[in-house]
Nanobody, 130 residues
Framework: QVQLVESGGGLVQAGGSLRLSCEVS????????MGWFRQAPGKEREFVAA???????TYYADSVKGRFTISRDNANTSFLEMNSLKPEDMAVYYC????????????????????????WGQGTQVTVSA
């Protein structure tokens, strides 16, 4: 049984920063691609970022590119560093783990697809005040 637990959410002013963490337990962390998704009130959950099992490749939604950074350590934790936060970044943020290894020209689309992630955390709220 794989369990994911997010932490680090909170209230921040626009322009501020937060660092989210996702701790994975239960299986070999290094075998999973880690993804971050978010869901704002009244909207569908959307892809934010992903990092492959080796850490060699990262993927970002256009809306966060240049402001957010995804990373992972050699133990069992994935991180999402969020800078220059905007009110539109306010959402519940979820981390997810995938055993899928995406190849080819549409690897971004593959890693951005929620159905490719078998395990999900419970989410952490990020609130950005204007």
């Amino acid at each position: 049984q794989v369990q994911l637990v997010e932490s680090g959410g909170g209230l921040v002013q626009a322009g501020g920063s937060l660092r989210l963490s996702c701790e994975v337990s239960g299986r070999t962390f290094s075998m999973y691609t880690m993804g971050w998704f978010r869901q704002a009130p009244g909207k569908e959950r959307e892809f934010v970022a992903a990092i492959t099992w080796s850490g060699s490749s990262t993927y970002y939604a256009d809306s966060v590119k240049g402001r957010f950074t995804i990373s992972r350590d050699n133990a069992n934790t994935s991180f999402l560093e969020m800078n220059s936060l905007k009110p539109e970044d306010m959402a519940v943020y979820y981390c997810a783990a995938s055993r899928r290894y995406c190849l080819g020209s549409d690897s971004y689309g593959c890693y951005a697809t929620q159905a490719n992630y078998a395990y999900w955390g419970q989410g952490t709220q990020v609130t950005v005040s204007a």
